[in-house]
């Protein structure tokens, strides 16, 4: 079982900076991968960003490429989303998960088995 907590969402305005941190419990933490999820007011949750067991390969949603970066920690136990250049869509609550050590895809929620409460990222225009 693992337990993920995810801290660093707020409030910044249309072409600042966050960084999301999501801490886990439990498990073994360096066999998952980890991804990065947001959900908007009236969307459904939508894939942003994941990271390979060893952290060697990421993977992005096209709306962030080249914007966001992903990366972990193996030992703090902790994966990390950078986001720079944001925009008012990239408002919604950003949660993270943990999956197996080789999903069939990335980009699939359903392939995520654990997943954290999320942290709200408001952008301003």
């Known amino acids: 079982q693992v337990q993920l907590v995810e801290s660093g969402g707020g409030l910044v305005q249309a072409g600042g900076s966050l960084r999301l941190t999501c801490a886990a419990s439990?498990?073994?933490?360096?066999?998952?991968?980890m991804g990065w999820f947001r959900q908007a007011p009236g969307k459904e949750r939508e894939f942003v960003a994941a990271?390979?067991?060893?952290?060697?390969?990421?993977y992005y949603a096209d709306s962030v490429k080249g914007r966001f970066t992903i990366s972990r920690d193996n030992v703090k136990k902790t994966v990390y989303l950078q986001m720079d250049s944001l925009k008012p869509e990239d408002t919604a609550v950003y949660c993270c998960?943990?999956?197996?050590?080789?999903?069939?895809?990335?980009?699939?929620?359903?392939?995520?088995?654990?997943w954290g409460q999320g942290t709200q990222v408001t952008v301003s225009s």
């Open positions: 998960a943990a999956g197996p050590k080789y999903p069939s895809t990335y980009e699939d929620r359903g392939a995520y088995r654990y």
């Open positions: 439990g498990g073994t933490f360096s066999t998952y991968t």
């Open positions: 990271v390979r067991w060893s952290g060697g390969s990421t």
